[in-house]
């Protein structure tokens, strides 16, 4: 089932758009398949396949790739959510994560964690050093937080 939209030639249940020679388009931004003209961002291809199916996107929300692979844009993959739900199942899917520096709020980085872990000196004096609260110095050493460090 293929279908023109926008210009384009779709087949949203191969989840592929064709570029204007009759090629698939692959050009890939953040790893979603990317559908451009003259050089310049049309639109990402899960959106304009989702398009071309439903209609345009409410404003406010997003679509999400179900499976967690950017690049599979068929349309039996992509649903209509909220942001909030995107980023849930980002992160429940694994795809997205908070720990360690990928945490905006992280003070701490893997380097730091291992001089902590090796230190014989108190967590007053090392949150001190750090930047961060005693808890935190607490947490590091024991592992419950930065785990992934060795």
């Known amino acids: 089932?293929?279908?023109?939209?926008?210009?384009?030639?779709?087949?949203?249940?191969?989840?592929?758009?064709?570029?204007?020679?009759?090629?698939?388009?692959?050009?890939?931004?953040?790893?979603?398949?990317?559908?451009?003209?003259?050089?310049?961002?049309?639109?990402?291809?899960?959106r304009l396949i989702w398009e071309s199916v439903h209609g345009p996107i409410p404003e406010g929300l997003q679509i999400n790739h179900i499976n967690g692979i950017k690049t599979d844009n068929r349309i039996a993959n992509l649903e209509l959510v909220t942001p909030r739900e995107n980023s849930l199942h980002a992160y429940r899917a694994g795809l997205s994560s908070a720990e360690g520096t990928k945490n905006g709020r992280a003070l701490l980085n893997p380097a730091a964690v291992r001089e902590i872990r090796n230190s014989s000196e108190g967590s007053r004096v090392l949150a001190r050093r750090y930047g961060v609260g005693r808890t935190t110095i607490r947490d590091a050493r024991s592992g419950k937080n930065w785990s992934n460090c060795a």
């Open 1 to 46: 089932m293929e279908t023109n939209f926008l210009g384009y030639r779709i087949n949203p249940v191969a989840g592929v758009v064709y570029g204007f020679k009759g090629e698939p388009i692959r050009k890939r931004s953040r790893g979603y398949v990317q559908v451009s003209r003259h050089g310049k961002l049309c639109m990402m291809a899960h």
